[in-house]
């Protein structure tokens, strides 16, 4: 049997975990399809006080995340994988998470290794460090800031194992969402096939198959050029 794509969170909070995960279809596949560790953070903190932060040099609001403490965490979490993993920080100064990334992330046989951040960030030099020696590359989710890096985190894990064989159902729907061809998805019906006085398109009534798929497409196409052209000419690669 394959070895299932194992995922670990190096955080101060690993009781959050799996949290929404567990649920549905994610929830189903743990165990089989892939699995999920925590790293506490703390465990390796050097004093009495499990302390993991500290003031910034030079002044500035918050607390900042000692090097020393996290480079510990990570270095158990390395210590699970007999193979490379994709190392990932979660950082709003990262590169946005996008489908294409996520293809790349989730092909990753060896699985990730997410490392959250909290309070006003990590100490650059562990950053550079793990940068340097261990090809970590930094995600963010959006223009905006959380308080930490394990929603974000949640967020990476939701849609890896979504593209993982095996997890859907049917592997097809995930070929043709929103997305996976710089496309956003056409619209959906069920039943009733009247409601509000609303009918569903009489072409998808038809069963003519090829009919069916040629307005998909097109109605894929107009509603990717009326709301997010950009998506038609994107770059692919990560
Ligand atoms: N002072 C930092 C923000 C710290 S927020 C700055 O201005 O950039 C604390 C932690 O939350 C970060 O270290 C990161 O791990 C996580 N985080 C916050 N916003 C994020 C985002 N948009 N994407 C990914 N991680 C994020």
């Known amino acids: 049997m394959d070895k299932v794509f ?9 009781d959050m975990f799996p949290g ?11 165990g089989s399809k892939w699995s999920l560790q925590t790293i506490n953070i703390r465990d390796f903190a050097n004093d009495k006080h499990k302390t993991v932060d500290d003031t910034p040099f030079g002044g500035g609001p918050g607390m900042i995340m000692r090097p020393d403490v996290v480079h510990d965490a990570m270095l158990a979490a390395l210590a699970k994988y007999d193979n490379k993993p994709k190392i990932i920080f979660m950082s709003p100064r990262g590169k946005t998470l996008t489908h294409h990334v996520v293809q790349e992330l989730s092909s990753n046989k060896h699985g990730l290794i997410i490392l959250c951040g909290r309070y006003e960030g990590i100490d650059e030099r562990v ?17 905006y800031i959380l308080f930490g ?11 890896c194992i979504r593209l993982l064989d095996g997890v859907m159902k049917n592997p097809n729907s995930t070929f043709d969402e929103s997305f996976s061809l710089d496309c956003l998805e056409y619209p959906q019906y069920t039943k009733p096939r009247i409601w509000c006085q609303r009918r569903v398109p009489d072409v998808l009534l038809t069963g003519n ?20 052209p950009d998506l038609l000419c994107r770059n692919r690669r990560l």
């Open 6 to 14: 194992l995922v670990t969170v190096v955080t101060i909070f690993p």
């Open 20 to 30: 929404p995960l567990a649920y549905g279809l994610s929830g189903k596949a743990i």
């Open 127 to 143: 950053i550079e460090f793990w940068k340097e020696n261990h090809n970590m590359i930094e995600i963010s989710i959006g223009d």
């Open 149 to 159: 890096g394990e929603i974000p985190a949640m967020v990476v894990i939701d849609t």
């Open 209 to 228: 198959h090829k009919q069916i798929a040629e307005w998909k497409r097109s109605e894929s196409l107009r509603i990717t050029s009326e709301r997010r």
